[in-house]
């Protein structure tokens, strides 16, 4: 979608796919900054740590402790310095109003997985006035953890750690749970049944369907995937590193048009950099 929304505004810029591991994060943004790279993006598991080695968090960052994009500029003493940014938080929340018109004032949210993009989500949710919040993750602790952070921020919002026992608008899954074709479910619908939800949000994009998904639609379930929340948190990046308004038609295009195309899934590489042309 970078790519393509370089070409409609004639930049001549490359988004580019880098695996980098985990102990070597710090030295690549060190080394896209030393080669004069606009910016980063990065995938899990690198979100948090990039908080500890960026020179500087704006306050989304601040506000949600991950970092998913990266933009190097110049200070007034001429060092280029890395600012970190979070543009996943607005994005999901606007997927979710675009793509399942839920509205999230006074909603009842399931909320499937809390590391990374599930700690987020579960905040900004939090922070858009939802009535209840229910947390559920492989290790509890965890879940208990993020909860504890949610009444201490936003204590008007009731916060709990399990299945709820009673029907929801809306179930979000923020695990890696269907990536691949042999995974299970993240719902454990023994515990939930998929008709007590009104809508079903996988921020899973690749593939287009998960077994979640599937299996909401057959409960007649509103479902959407990960593609609209992977456009908005993208169109942000383009405009924090360009300082252009992103053309979000063009973009949309490209997305579905790689990611609704009949081919094997891709593999996962992080984190995704850009650098000028």
């Known amino acids: 979608m970078h790519n393509a929304a370089f070409a409609k505004l004639g930049l001549n810029w490359r988004y580019v796919a880098c695996e980098v591991e985990l102990k070597r994060l710090h030295e690549a943004i060190e080394g896209a900054k030393a080669m004069n790279f606009a910016g980063l993006n990065l995938t899990v598991p690198h979100k948090l740590l990039a908080v500890e080695m960026v020179d500087q968090l704006d306050h989304s960052a601040m506000m949600w402790r991950a970092v998913n994009t990266i933009k190097f500029e ?14 996943d938080a607005d994005a999901i929340v606007t997927s979710l109003r675009e793509d399942l018109a839920v509205s999230l004032p006074g909603a009842k949210v399931l909320l499937l997985g809390v590391g990374g993009a599930g700690r987020t989500a579960a905040l900004k949710l939090a922070s858009e006035n939802v009535a209840e919040l229910f947390l559920v993750n492989r290790t509890v602790s965890k879940a208990e953890e993020v909860a504890a952070e949610i009444q201490k921020q936003f204590p008007a919002v009731k916060v709990s750690v399990g299945y709820p026992a009673a029907a929801v608008d809306l179930i979000v899954n923020a695990t890696s749970l269907g990536l691949n074709p042999d995974d299970p479910s993240p719902l454990d ?9 009104r809508a079903v ?5 690749r593939p287009a369907e998960t077994r979640l998904l599937k299996a909401a639609k057959k409960a007649r379930c509103h479902t959407a995937n990960g593609l609209g929340m992977l456009l908005h948190q993208g169109a942000k990046a ?14 949309r295009k490209a997305l579905e048009k790689e990611i609704y195309k009949a081919a094997a899934p891709a593999k996962t590489r992080s984190p995704k950099a850009k650098k000028k042309g």
């Open 74 to 87: 110049k200070d007034l003493d001429g060092r280029t310095r890395a600012v970190g940014y979070n543009t």
């Open 189 to 197: 619908e023994n515990q939930f049944p998929l008709k007590q939800a």
């Open 201 to 205: 949000y996988d921020m899973i994009y």
């Open 238 to 251: 383009f405009e924090l590193w360009t300082g252009q308004a992103a053309p979000l038609d063009v973009m």
